[in-house]
């Protein structure tokens, strides 16, 4: 089943202690404009699978974060949000996996919630065989006299 959240409001995600970050809804429309961000064409046929990933949620991210707290310059002043702050925030391990976990991954699992009643090519029903057996047409039998 899909379920649908009809709210279009911005939400806040805390990402790490004294840092969160307002995001747009994820919606189509956003997901296919960051598939079409230069940076993810950019990408070539031999880039890792961490490659596109990073490219992707940095492409997303600069789409649908609309402000934050807590992130500031070396000096410690808050700075305001801007496409190459959301990419360095990114670069920051725990900042990335958090942001996938709690933005990126909804759009992931609603994807698979829709595909729930496909069959898995490679999974148990792939190729399963037939149990039932067609009737045997009974034996000619001689003409009798």
């Known amino acids: 089943m899909i379920r649908l959240n009809l709210s279009n409001r911005p939400e806040w995600l805390d990402l790490l202690p004294g840092l969160r970050v307002l995001v747009a809804p994820l919606t189509t429309a956003l997901m296919v404009s960051a598939r079409a961000d230069p ?10 699978q ?3 990933a990073l490219a992707m949620a940095k492409a997303v991210a600069r789409r649908a974060v609309l402000e934050w707290e807590g992130v ?3 000096e410690g002043n808050l700075v305001p949000v801007s496409p190459a702050g959301i990419d360095a925030l990114l670069e920051i391990w725990p900042v990335f996996e958090a942001f996938q976990a709690q933005y990126v991954a909804r759009g992931l ?3 698979a919630e829709k595909n ?3 069959p898995s090519p490679t999974g148990l029903s792939a190729g ?3 149990t039932a057996r067609p009737a045997q047409a ?3 039998t ?3 006299d």
């Open 39 to 48: 940076m993810i064409g950019g990408l070539s046929e031999t880039s890792s």
């Open 50 to 52: 961490e490659d596109m």
């Open 72 to 74: 500031g310059d070396d």
């Open 109 to 111: 699992m609603l994807d």
């Open 116 to 118: 729930v009643s496909a």
């Open 128 to 130: 399963a065989m037939a």
């Open 138 to 140: 009974p034996a000619p």
């Open 142 to 144: 001689a003409p009798q």
